[in-house]
């Protein structure tokens, strides 16, 4: 089963609960620490409650996503991470009102990180796919919009369940080789939609040339079988972001040969995005974002471009609002008018 | 109103030029950490002193003064950016260092865990600390 639906009021108000004492919890000050094996322990997480009003749809508040991670630093050998993620639960529809019926619980993340040398980490477990800096750092308080780029998720595993090796060249550059492996199909995945599929056996690597301060570049490359389908795809993409004072500019090129025996309008999947944001006064900032995209299994491809404000009073707390215009063959996210408030805690 | 004017321009220098001391515990078996190494530890990316311990980053409020001072020596940046930067590495897993609420509390800090450093600007006259930098 990939999901637990649970109609039960308490189990959300327990989630809800656990947020709140996270939030809550005092911060350790050196004159309170006692040397104990909790002490390796660290609690956290992030909350999006999203507002959209797409065309065709109707309009809606969603908990998109609330998520608590724990993570543990024992030893070298001995570092576990879990991330469990209560995601779409459907708060109020127009048409249907107030809703608090139908949660969905996910193990996001469940990993063990081996140091085994200063420069070599072993993970094995469920964890990201390193196919992008957005993918690994998808948080909705760390992303400058409330709808993700399709070639940021789209076309490729997000998610392996086996192990990854990553060897760092250089500490302070982020120069580092990521390459991983997934036997088989991933453990309790989310349930997909028509437009996405479930992966087999996966193989990838990126390529970190630079993660700073300043500005990141990552190539990726990965080797993906579709489960219970002939169909493989290979697929290399590009990312980067800098970081200067006067905007911050983010884009990713994608191109995935897709081999199957079904029929396909064209053979590839392709595309790309290039995004800005700008500073304006007082933690708010201005977001435009262009994204070509087509498919292989589409015969037309799409146009989007996205307009809007974020206000960022601190790191970790954000507020968007967006106008997306879509056109060609819709993935996801419609025309129309998306709005987030997400923090990170 | 001159007089303010002439008192805040004798100050301001001052605060300017505080020196900043990265400090650990006594009992580290460095004497000295070179302006890369501690990028690497803020940074998150080196974890473990040479004896194979662990690394404990400290670090003051995003308000503190000596942080902006910290921030911009080391990283040539500003509190936000370092302050984004954690928080991405939260989520992936790393803890980002454990702040304090001033910079006794931080010389406190490393004064009783052997593997933690911290940054002040105020030279700390304890015995139980070591000055592994010292920038102007």
Request: glycine fraction near 4%.
């Amino acid at each position: 089963m990939s999901f637990i639906p649970i109609s039960n009021r308490h189990a959300l108000l327990g989630v809800l609960s656990l947020t709140v004492m996270c939030c809550l919890s005092p911060p350790i000050f050196a004159d309170e620490i006692e040397s104990s094996w909790f002490d390796s322990i660290n609690v956290s997480g992030y909350a999006k409650f999203a507002a959209s009003a797409p065309n065709k749809q109707p309009t809606s508040i969603v908990l998109d996503d609330l998520s608590l991670f724990v993570s543990a630093k024992f030893n070298c050998w001995l570092n576990p991470f879990l991330e469990a993620e209560s995601y779409d639960m459907s708060i109020w529809e127009a048409g249907s009102g107030f809703q608090f019926n139908n949660i969905h619980l996910a193990i996001e993340r469940l990993y063990n990180d081996m140091e085994i040398t200063d420069t070599d980490t072993l993970r094995t477990g469920k964890f990201l796919a390193s196919i992008n800096h957005w993918n690994i750092v998808h948080a909705a308080p760390l992303v400058w919009t409330t709808n993700r780029p399709i070639t940021s998720t789209y076309s490729r595993a997000n998610y392996i369940t086996g192990l990854q090796l990553r060897h760092d060249f250089d500490a302070l550059t982020g120069h580092a080789l990521e390459i991983y492996a997934q036997p088989a199909e991933e453990f309790n995945h989310k349930p997909i939609s028509s437009h996405e599929r479930q992966y087999g056996t996966v193989a990838g690597a990126r390529w970190i040339l630079n993660e700073d301060l300043d500005y990141y570049v990552g190539v990726s490359f990965q080797h993906a079988q579709v489960a219970h389908s002939d169909e493989t795809r290979n697929s290399i993409s590009i990312d980067g972001n800098w970081q200067h004072k006067w905007f911050e500019l983010e884009s990713e090129l994608l191109f995935t040969h897709v081999d199957t025996k079904e029929f396909r309008h064209h053979g590839n999947d392709w595309g790309g995005y290039v995004q800005i944001a700008v500073p304006l006064v007082e933690h708010f900032n201005l977001i435009t974002r262009y994204e070509h995209f087509e498919y292989a299994d589409k015969l037309e491809s799409t146009n989007t471009e996205l307009g809007g404000v974020v206000y960022r009073p601190v790191p970790s707390l954000s507020f968007k609002l967006e106008w997306q215009q879509t056109q060609g063959s819709v993935f996801h996210n419609q025309t129309g008018l998306y709005s987030s408030v997400a923090v990170l805690f | 109103m001159k007089t303010l004017i002439i008192l805040l321009a004798a100050l301001l220098p001052l605060s300017v030029n505080a020196d900043l001391y990265i400090i650990g515990n006594k009992d580290l078996s460095i004497e000295k950490l070179e302006k890369s190494d501690i990028a690497a530890i803020y940074l998150l990316k080196k974890k473990h002193w040479e004896n194979g311990e662990d690394i404990m980053p400290i670090n003051l409020p995003a308000t503190a003064d000596a942080r902006t001072h910290f921030t911009a020596q080391v990283f040539d940046s500003t509190p936000e950016k370092l302050g984004s930067y954690w928080d991405k590495m939260l989520f992936k897993g790393e803890t980002p260092p454990v702040t304090q609420n001033s910079e006794q509390a931080v010389i406190m800090f490393v004064e009783r865990i052997k593997g933690a450093i911290g940054y002040v600007e105020t030279k700390p006259q304890s015995s139980q600390i070591k000055i592994l930098q010292q920038f102007k």
